[in-house]
């Protein structure tokens, strides 16, 4: 009997095994640590009512730090792109020019993730300073 097709069958099960894992850990991951936040500015609340400016002030850093990491993320993943879209050139430079279209998509994209971080670099709320009322 040839069970050949078995091999595609497993490795796409077992590639959908890993990535929900790998979801949902993340998933949790940020549950909890949204929980572990709420918690801290509770307790900050209940120790310093006469302040908020401080609790205000720490929340304004969670949030600037959440947006340098993502930030930080996609400035990764677009020098990720753009190596990968030289590398697939390189590597396709004695085949066809249909072919090296798979080397200038990544490019592309690269370049347009570093004009997006480019463009949106003071648009955020989170690192805008703002006067409490």
């Known amino acids: 009997m040839r069970l ?15 990535l929900s894992v790998i979801w949902w850990s993340s998933q949790r991951r940020k549950e909890r640590q949204s929980y572990y936040r709420y918690e ?3 307790m900050m609340v209940e120790r310093f009512p006469e302040s908020p400016d401080r609790i ?6 969670q949030e600037a730090g959440d947006v340098r990491r993502r ?17 697939a050139l390189v ?12 080397g200038w998509i990544p490019i592309g994209l690269g370049l347009a993730l ?20």
């Open 114 to 133: 570093f004009f997006y971080l480019f463009s949106s670099r003071n648009q955020h709320p989170a690192v805008v300073e703002t006067t409490p009322q």
């Open 56 to 61: 205000l002030s720490w929340l304004r850093e």
């Open 91 to 102: 590597s396709l430079r004695f085949t066809t020019s249909e072919d090296s279209a798979f």
């Open 40 to 42: 801290l500015a509770r």
């Open 71 to 87: 930030r930080e993320g996609m400035r990764l993943a677009a020098w990720l792109m753009l190596l990968g879209g030289v590398g």
């Open 4 to 18: 050949q097709w078995l091999i595609p069958v497993a490795s796409s099960v077992s590639t959908m095994l890993a």
